[in-house]
């Protein structure tokens, strides 16, 4: 298939991601003729490696996409969400034909629908509708004793929803995609995962019930709240929206002001289906910002802090910037360069007002998932992961999961990964950190995910309960 043209964000002027990190709050840099050869090229490439992943490390034949590779025990239902969506990528790009995407996504639909439903705390794949946050590889049944995720769910059901508008033909199999996508949605009982209503709880366990803790305020849990207000026979009240946004946390960071929150994921994930350029609630209305724009800000003060680099981390600067939840390498702590480093393996890292939680460990996806909010920042700081580290830190499927530039000076031994002299890198990939990179890329170039989600009624009604308006949305809410 012909290669879509780049959208007009790639055509930035990059040389801008050279000046001195600023301090006040800046517009989107305006787009400038022609494209940058090298960044279009590398995006190529980074774009073809990172669905690759998907494509390769899936079980074929029920779609399961593991958690993490080559490290291989269990399949995250969050990354399934993500591997449906890059399969439309993949068929667009011409990496795979839309037969092979197409085949490949009524597998893995066919297996979630058909997989066993219940409350017994053995041999099932979900209840009432939601799933388990990880399920075995081949039987795809619940892994140990892991929760039934409300918040893995809807990134579960938002690739499902992809699939339904993407494959969107009038042939049988088509046909069967938006079928079973239909399903799977309508089955979820998003209202039952409300002991506390109006909020979601974040799980339940069939051996301890709901647990105590809500998705009460600015998490990645947008997605999550449109989906259940969107849902045809399992709705959620719209007070549900407001009750989160009075949570938020509004406030300054490295000269931006915005909804802070420390890791970039959380700024990231929603967007990835959502195009939230120009369209408003409540909340953002009073700001005079979107949330799209919020993002934007977050992205520009982490790498500030970066700049800034306060704790003294090696390797950090404007062009290498990246925290976000991420593998790292050991729970032990060294002294390094005259003060003491506590590291961490797995760590949801970030930075934002009053809240830093740095170990020194960079994460690509962070840059990677920022993409479309600042394409002249992010592009540079993925290149100069790969300049500077090569093969160790970008292989076969782009770039691995998180590298750490101290550890190699703190005379630890990780946990996992490799130690260089220039640092420590993970040799895993996390289903759950690829797909923002690659999505996000293929947003950036030419709004793929985001233009097929708009021909969604379930994401369109979602928004409009929850009180979007402006923008795309103009004339489609009743």
Known sequence: ????????????????????????????????????????????????????????????SNGLVPDRWPDINFSSIAAIGFGLTAYGVGAERGYVTRAQARDRTLATLR?????????????????????????????????QTTELSAMDTALLMAGVLFAQSYFDREDAAERDVQDLAGRLY?????????????????????????????????EEAMILYVLALASPGHAIS????????????????YGYEFINYAPLFIHQYSHIWIDFRGIQDAYTREKGIDYFENSRRATYAQRAYAADNPGRFRGYGGHLWGLTACIGPADASAAVDGREVRFHTYWARGASAGDIRDDGTIAPTAAGGSLPFAPEIAIPALQEMQKRYGERAYRKYGFIDAFNPTFAASGLKPQ??????DGWFTDDYLGIDQGPIVLMAANLRGELVWRVMKRNPHIVGGLCRAGFTGGWLEGRCP
């Open 1 to 60: 298939m012909v290669r879509r043209l780049c959208h007009a964000w790639l055509a930035v002027v990059l040389t801008l991601a050279a000046c001195a990190v600023q301090t006040r709050q800046v517009p989107l840099p305006a787009p400038a003729a022609g494209t940058n050869a090298a960044a279009e090229a590398f995006l190529d490439d980074l774009e073809r490696r990172t669905f690759q992943w998907f494509w390769d490390t899936t079980n074929p």
């Open 111 to 143: 297996f979630l629908w058909n997989a066993p439903q219940s409350d017994a705390p053995r041999d099932v794949t979900g209840y009432r509708g939601f799933f388990y946050h990880f399920l075995d590889m081949e039987a795809g049944r619940r892994h």
């Open 186 to 218: 309508r089955r979820v009982e998003w209202n039952w995962m409300q002991p506390r209503p109006p909020l979601i709880a974040m799980a339940w366990r069939p051996e301890a019930g709901m647990t105590p803790h809500d998705y009460r305020s600015y």
């Open 238 to 253: 719209p007070e549900a929206w407001s009750a989160r946004t009075a949570n938020y946390k509004w406030d300054r960071f």
């Open 416 to 421: 996992s990964g490799t130690v260089h002299p």
